[in-house]
Nanobody, 116 residues
Framework: QVQLVESGGGLVQPGGSLRLSCALS????????MGWFRQAPGNQRDLVATITSDNKINYADSVKGRFTISRDGSKNTVSLQMNFMKPEDTALYYCHVIDITYMNYWGQGTQVTVSS
């Protein structure tokens, strides 16, 4: 059974930084892509950043230049460094993995709140 466990969420002031991490446990065929999505109350779940197994990276326009995604293929982990954070970054952040058969896996979510 594949499980994704996120950590690193919390409360940060505008302009501050947070780092999210996600660890995959269990058996998985092979990872195609890892990434982060977020969902604010009343909104749909939106892509934040993704990284493929060959390190192709995609960012939402709203986070480009502020957020950095990285992965450790040997440990099946993915991280999101979030800098210059804004109140509109407040959301529940979900770790997401797609394997090479296009099976989707989701974490339970970690809350990020940007407020003074």
């Amino acid at each position: 059974q594949v499980q994704l466990v996120e950590s690193g969420g919390g409360l940060v002031q505008p302009g501050g930084s947070l780092r999210l991490s996600c660890a995959l446990s269990g058996k998985i065929i092979s990872i195609y892509r890892m990434g982060w999505f977020r969902q604010a109350p009343g909104n749909q779940r939106d892509l934040v950043a993704t990284i493929t197994s060959d390190n192709k990276i995609n960012y939402a326009d709203s986070v480009k230049g502020r957020f950095t995604i990285s992965r450790d293929g040997s440990k099946n982990t993915v991280s999101l460094q979030m800098n210059f954070m804004k109140p509109e970054d407040t959301a529940l952040y979900y770790c997401h993995v797609i394997d090479i058969t296009y099976m989707n896996y989701w974490g339970q979510g970690t809350q990020v709140t940007v407020s003074s």
